[in-house]
């Protein structure tokens, strides 16, 4: 079961200069918030800010990691 | 190809075309079986809008087809005019700056979600997609 810092730390070493903070929501380690905030996001809509998060974690999202709830933000 | 190799797919590529707002959600509005779900139908129940929702607990199958045709990863999934708007963050965070309303074509109301949805209409429309495969 990922930690809240390891799911901080795969987003940040998948989107360039992300700052990324994370919590797990529940303490139950399957249901976490993010806010990402990358340069990266820049001119994109929020469903493909969050596609490009929730690809970091390909099929593990709706499994292991029950829930990820995002705010992303291009700076 | 695809129409005659996945009707399930192609079943939710219709319901998508042809209900302009749906909403694929985890139990029914009346019974979200999710508290996501759950705040999705309460920001379009603020807003009055009538909204068809699939629930997709009953087979697991729809979830996969849907997102594997939406390439969103969670539920709830809302859908405009064929559109996909986004889940529930995006839905939250659209109701709250007005968009969601600006997106709909309605005014944005005064109360937040939250409080909101006891004057909503009680019975939007419950479109159950295994009724539409049968």
């Known amino acids: 079961m990922p930690t809240a810092d390891e799911i901080k730390q795969r987003i940040e070493s998948a989107i360039p200069d992300a700052s990324v903070s994370v919590e797990d929501w529940t303490g139950g380690g399957d249901h976490f918030r993010a806010t990402v905030v990358s340069p990266a996001f820049g001119g994109k809509s929020r469903i493909e800010q969050h596609r490009m998060v929730y690809a970091v974690f390909g099929g593990e999202i709706g499994g292991p990691i029950h829930a990820l709830s995002l705010t992303t933000k291009a700076e | ?134």
């Open chain 2, 1 to 134: 190809m695809s129409e005659t190799e996945n009707p399930l797919r192609e079943a939710i590529a219709e319901a998508i075309r042809d209900n302009d707002v749906i909403l694929f959600m985890k139990g029914v509005p009346e019974a979200p079986a999710c508290g996501f779900s759950a705040r999705a139908t309460a920001c379009l129940q603020a807003l009055n809008v009538p909204f068809a929702a699939v629930d997709i607990l009953p087979d697991p199958r729809i979830r996969q087809e849907l997102s594997g045709l939406s390439n969103w990863p969670t539920i709830p999934q809302l859908f405009v005019k064929g559109e996909l708007v986004g889940g529930s963050d995006i839905i939250m965070e659209m109701y709250e700056s007005g968009e969601l309303a600006q997106t709909l074509g309605v005014e944005a109301p005064a109360a937040a979600p939250d409080e909101a949805p006891a004057g909503a209409d009680p019975a939007p429309q419950a479109l159950g997609i295994e009724n539409r495969l049968g």
